[in-house]
Protein backbone atom coordinates (compact mmCIF):
# COMPACT_ATOMS: atom_id res chain seq x y z
CA UNK A 1 0.00 0.00 0.00
CA UNK A 2 1.44 3.36 -0.61
CA UNK A 3 0.48 6.51 0.96
CA UNK A 4 -0.88 9.46 -0.54
CA UNK A 5 0.74 13.45 -0.16
CA UNK A 6 -2.82 14.14 -0.71
CA UNK A 7 -4.52 15.85 2.21
CA UNK A 8 -8.77 16.03 2.94
CA UNK A 9 -9.54 19.33 2.90
CA UNK A 10 -12.88 21.67 3.01
CA UNK A 11 -13.06 25.60 1.99
CA UNK A 12 -15.39 27.22 4.09
CA UNK A 13 -16.81 30.70 3.66
CA UNK A 14 -15.37 33.63 6.10
CA UNK A 15 -19.13 34.21 7.65
CA UNK A 16 -19.25 30.35 8.81
CA UNK A 17 -15.78 30.89 10.13
CA UNK A 18 -16.27 33.67 12.47
CA UNK A 19 -19.71 31.96 13.16
CA UNK A 20 -17.57 28.66 13.84
CA UNK A 21 -15.02 30.73 15.96
CA UNK A 22 -17.92 31.92 18.25
CA UNK A 23 -19.11 28.91 18.81
CA UNK A 24 -16.25 27.24 19.50
CA UNK A 25 -15.01 29.76 21.82
CA UNK A 26 -18.42 29.07 23.91
CA UNK A 27 -17.35 25.61 24.16
CA UNK A 28 -13.60 26.35 25.21
CA UNK A 29 -15.02 28.12 27.84
CA UNK A 30 -17.57 25.07 29.07
CA UNK A 31 -14.90 23.10 28.84
CA UNK A 32 -15.84 20.50 26.30
CA UNK A 33 -13.34 18.43 25.02
CA UNK A 34 -11.34 18.46 21.84
CA UNK A 35 -12.66 22.45 21.13
CA UNK A 36 -9.58 23.93 21.80
CA UNK A 37 -7.60 22.58 18.52
CA UNK A 38 -10.84 23.81 16.17
CA UNK A 39 -10.89 26.86 17.89
CA UNK A 40 -7.51 28.26 17.52
CA UNK A 41 -7.47 26.88 14.04
CA UNK A 42 -10.72 28.84 13.24
CA UNK A 43 -9.75 31.78 15.02
CA UNK A 44 -6.59 31.87 13.51
CA UNK A 45 -7.73 32.15 9.99
CA UNK A 46 -7.37 35.05 8.02
CA UNK A 47 -7.61 36.66 4.18
CA UNK A 48 -8.04 33.38 1.83
CA UNK A 49 -6.88 30.99 4.38
CA UNK A 50 -10.30 29.29 5.22
CA UNK A 51 -9.20 25.91 4.21
CA UNK A 52 -9.28 23.55 7.42
CA UNK A 53 -8.44 19.65 7.05
CA UNK A 54 -11.39 17.21 7.19
CA UNK A 55 -10.48 16.06 11.00
CA UNK A 56 -10.52 19.62 11.90
CA UNK A 57 -13.61 20.29 11.37
CA UNK A 58 -14.60 17.23 11.75
CA UNK A 59 -13.74 18.12 15.39
CA UNK A 60 -14.95 21.52 15.66
CA UNK A 61 -18.55 19.96 14.67
CA UNK A 62 -18.82 17.58 17.58
CA UNK A 63 -17.58 19.81 19.76
CA UNK A 64 -20.09 22.49 18.90
CA UNK A 65 -22.76 19.51 18.44
CA UNK A 66 -22.20 18.16 22.21
CA UNK A 67 -21.96 22.18 23.76
CA UNK A 68 -25.49 22.83 22.27
CA UNK A 69 -27.43 19.29 23.23
CA UNK A 70 -30.11 19.64 25.24
CA UNK A 71 -29.36 19.25 29.00
CA UNK A 72 -31.62 17.16 29.87
CA UNK A 73 -31.84 15.20 33.28
CA UNK A 74 -30.64 11.51 33.02
CA UNK A 75 -34.08 10.01 35.07
CA UNK A 76 -36.23 11.84 32.20
CA UNK A 77 -34.62 10.28 29.46
CA UNK A 78 -36.82 7.15 28.40
CA UNK A 79 -34.94 3.78 28.44
CA UNK A 80 -33.66 2.29 25.16
CA UNK A 81 -36.83 -0.36 24.18
CA UNK A 82 -39.56 3.00 24.75
CA UNK A 83 -37.43 5.38 21.55
Do not use: N
Not at 75 to 80: F, T
Amino acid sequence: MTSSAFHRTITLPAPVCAQAAQHLEQAVHKAIDGAATPWRAFRGADGDDYAFSVPVVEQAAAAVCWCWRPRVPRACVPPPCAR
